[in-house]
Every structure is written in C-alpha cells, then in structure tokens.
C-alpha cells in the first residue's frame, strides 16, 4: 500500500490479506542472525545444553560469502529487465518506513507481463533522476496511488478515466506484474507503474506542483501503539505531499480501520495546507470513481466500516 502489508482487517484494494500493506509479514531478520544462509552453521543445541551463538564458530570467509549473496539477492531483480529489488540501494537513509516488502509467488502471467512491459511501462524508485511526468504521461494531468495490492482497482480506475494518467507506486512484485497485465489486456496506456518506497519518490523525485492528486487507498494500519509512527498519514508526510501537489489537488484516503480513521481525520484537518473537501468537516461518501473491490466487500460484509477522507491542498 502505501506500498505495504495489509493488517488483518484493513482491505487493500484489489489485494489479497495480508500481515501488511505498502508492507507484509515480519521485519527482515539481519543476515548475521540467519544461520540458514551461512553454509555449515551449527544446528540448534541440544535440550539442557548452554545456548550458543547462531554464527559460533563459522569461518570468516563463509560468514562473508553468505553476507555477499544476500545483498545480492536483495539488490538483483528477480526478472530481467523488471523491477529492482531494492532500487534505492543504500544511497538513501534507512528511515522508519510505513511498509515491509513482501514476496510471494509470481504466476506465469505476471512474469510475462513483467518482462515485457517493464521496459515501458515501469520504474524504479532510485532517488537519483527527477521523472518529467509530462513526458511520461504524454501531458496528461497525473495522479499517484500509494499501494495498489494487486491491481484491479486501479486498472479499472485508469480505464474508466483515460485523460488522467496515474502514476502507481508499490513494492509487491506479483501485485505488479498484475497490473502491467490488466492495464496490456483492457488496452489502459495511462498506468505507469513505480517500483519502491514512495516518499523517496515524492521528495527526490518529483517537482513542486507535480500532481493533480494523491490516492492512499488501505493503507497499513500498524494497529499496536508501538508501531504507530510506523503509519503513513502523519504531519511530516503531509508536509511532503503539500509540496508535490498543485493547488486544489485533492489527497484521498481510505481505510476501514476505525482508530486509524479518526487519527488520519485529527491530522489532516490540523494541517495548515489541507481543507476538508466534506462541508461538515467529517467523513465523505465513497467517491463513485472509487471502485468497490471484493476484499473491501468482504470487510463490508463483516461489518467493517470504510472511512473516505477527501481533503484539498491550499
């Protein structure tokens, strides 16, 4: 979402549930506790017997070698020519992010759509090139999607509205791909999909004034209060979004996740360069350009509320 993984009882549009939303699952574990990459690490001791180090006793060249493939691994796409797998690299700071990568299996279909259409219709968030949206988007006006889950909302978004190009950011690889197949199979050409985290894409990335509107559809939760500086909605990020938007440009959020609604209402309506589109300053109706995704019915269906917040930029 936000690219990130979606917390129980927060539906992703178009995505399947998940631990998170622009994230999912667990925190990486750090190589140096994964004894599973390193060849030869000891197995767990015996019942009774002294603890010992995951690592204890494995030789430095095999320590180094198993370091070496995992950032690898973490650094070469998984298809050629597609999304990289950490296209930031460590040129960026490692800030708290609002979302967990996630991997799970990629379908024959996504692979192909990935590797042929990548090339055109991808990106890679590296931070170090300002994207010249007119040109991307052959002048239409542009709108961005922070977490797009598997695609079809937003497939059925840009079909629905061909004059508005929109720029979908996430950092699912399946979810992707399908996109990529959606967007080929119905004939939508105002999809460009970026690959990475996407704060790096509004602060390095993009001009003042660039966007005609940002979508943050479900975003992850973080539901414990220890994880909630991990949320995406917070003044620091409107900040951001205040300089990337054009003015009237409208922010639209939705989340079924009540505690998350009224904070992402408290923050928005402090703000001093957001105006609450809704005229009693609440919650507004579900947009009818906002599709109903099934994920979200099911919600419906168990007696989820969705909350829309639609505020525009000063």
């Known amino acids: ?92 700071e490692r800030r708290i992010r609002s979302f967990q990568p996630r991997r799970s299996r990629v379908t024959p279909g996504q692979q192909d759509a990935l590797e042929r259409l990548w090339p055109k219709w991808g990106l890679d968030i590296d931070g170090l090139r300002a994207l010249d949206l007119p040109e991307l988007f052959d002048g239409l006006p542009v709108v961005m999607e922070i977490g797009f889950g598997m695609g079809e909302a937003t497939a059925q978004m840009a079909a ?8 979908a950011v996430d950092v699912h690889t399946p979810g992707q791909g399908n996109l990529l197949r959606l967007a080929d199979r119905n004939g939508v050409s105002n999809i460009r999909v970026a690959n990475g985290d996407a704060i790096i894409l509004l602060r390095e990335m993009l001009k003042p004034d660039a966007l005609d509107g940002l979508r943050v559809y479900f975003p992850d939760p973080w539901p414990k209060s220890r994880h909630h500086k991990r949320r995406l909605i917070q003044p620091e990020f409107l900040d951001l979004v205040a300089q990337r938007l054009r003015p009237g440009a409208v922010l639209h959020c939705a989340t079924d996740w009540e505690p998350y609604a009224e ?46 917040l639609l505020f525009a930029r000063h």
């Open 263 to 308: 904070q992402m209402l408290e923050v928005l309506t402090a703000h001093p360069r957001f105006e609450n589109t809704t005229a009693d300053g609440g919650y507004a109706p579900r947009p009818a350009f906002r599709p109903l995704t099934r994920f979200e019915g099911q919600g419906l269906d168990k007696g989820h509320v969705v909350h829309d």
């Open 1 to 92: 979402m936000n690219p990130s993984p979606a917390t129980p009882g927060d539906a992703a549009p178009g995505a399947e549930p998940t631990a998170v939303a622009p994230g999912a699952g667990h925190p990486p574990v750090p190589p140096e506790a994964d004894s599973a990459a390193v060849p030869g690490a000891p197995t767990a001791p015996e019942a009774g017997s002294a603890a010992v180090p995951a690592t204890a006793g494995i030789p430095d060249e095999l320590r180094a070698a198993a370091l070496d493939r995992r950032r690898r691994l973490r650094q070469d796409p998984r298809f050629p020519g597609g999304p990289a797998a950490d296209p930031a690299g460590s040129h960026h």
């Open 160 to 167: 629905d509205d061909p004059g508005t190009g929109i720029l």
